[in-house]
């Protein structure tokens, strides 16, 4: 739900809105982190050094990998995403200013032109000879990448016409299965023989591949609602996907040490129930009272009170 509160940031066009926001998503975002990062740092004893305070401040992947022991990896997409929050929000709402416009075609070229820019700054600076790295998980290089999102939402959900809904389900389907397929033989390109077109093509793979396993979610979304126990399933696991994602590595380390003597299904499947019971507690007793607590929009739309109360 990321889109239609920078779009509601842009169409009111009041800073203390812009600034509600930051403040939404540093509260989602950054106390869990936080957590984690400590539990990973004692873990490995790390807590207090460099290599923890860039991490602290998301600056350990901003132009470079700066640290010397990347020991929670998992936060190179992180440190994309705050970043993200940070600056393409506020570039929009200036330009939206200067032009003394709000309408949704001069929100998309501006999204567009952001999108142009990091893929020039990509393609001209980003060394090809460390692309995982020094280039993939590098935040100047790929904060783009959460922009297609947003472009994504203008184009489904603020189109004139309902662009998605003309488009036949087996030919998202289709596309996605196709999309799937080029950006595994992409990758596989990149690991035998480092082809640097490989290389540029495959950002642009994935998202084509993100896009089309959204749209097809979308359309089979009214599907899903029809049975109350997947759609609560899905609304579960949505909740508790961000604790997983943070805790998953933690708890490989911790379980592999403590399980190595068992068979390798019986280890899996501890993993899954224990990651499972975890996140469900921290969410319920840290993440929710976080959410309850932060700040709400000045806005003059009251219809933007249920679509944003949990986004």
């Given amino acids: 739900m990321l889109a239609p509160q920078i779009l509601m940031c842009i169409e009111e066009k009041r800073w203390r809105n812009l600034g509600i926001f930051l403040m939404r998503r540093w ?6 982190y ?3 990062l400590i539990c990973a740092s004692v873990l490995l004893g790390e807590l207090g050094s460099a290599d923890f305070f860039r991490y ?3 600056v350990q992947n901003l132009c470079e990998q700066a640290n010397h022991d990347d020991y929670f990896s998992i936060a190179w997409s992180l440190s994309v995403e705050e970043w993200f929050y940070l600056v393409f929000p506020a570039i929009i ?7 003394a416009r709000r309408d949704i075609g001069t929100t998309f070229t501006a999204a567009v032109l952001f999108i142009a820019t990091i893929t020039v700054v990509r393609t001209l600076y980003g060394p090809l000879d460390d692309w995982g790295a020094g280039l993939r998980r590098v935040v100047i290089f790929r904060i783009d990448s959460i922009a297609y999102g947003f472009l994504l939402y203008v184009t489904i959900h603020r189109a004139r016409r309902n662009i998605l809904g003309q488009l036949p389900m087996l030919a998202v389907f289709a596309s996605l299965l196709l999309s799937i397929a080029l950006a595994l033989w992409l990758t596989l390109e990149i690991d035998h023989t480092g082809s640097a077109a490989a290389k540029h093509i495959l950002p642009f793979m994935a998202v084509l591949l993100g896009a089309t396993a959204i749209m097809l979610a979308v359309k089979v979304e009214h599907r899903f609602q029809l049975h109350p126990r997947l759609s609560n399933c899905g609304l579960f696991l949505g909740r508790v996907s961000y604790s997983i994602y943070l805790f998953h590595i933690i708890f490989v380390m911790v379980l592999a040490a403590a399980l190595a003597s068992a068979p390798l299904m019986l280890q899996f499947a501890l993993y899954l129930f224990v990651m499972l019971v975890f996140s469900t507690l921290f969410f319920a007793g840290f993440e929710r009272p976080i959410l309850r607590a932060r700040p709400r929009y000045m806005k003059r739309k009251e219809t933007f009170d249920q679509l944003l109360q949990e986004a």
Wanted: overall charge positive; cysteine-free.
């Fill in 56 to 58: 602290l401040f998301y």
């Fill in 27 to 32: 509260m989602r975002t950054i106390p869990p």
């Fill in 34 to 36: 936080v957590v984690a």
């Fill in 93 to 99: 709402f200036v330009i939206s200013i200067l032009l």
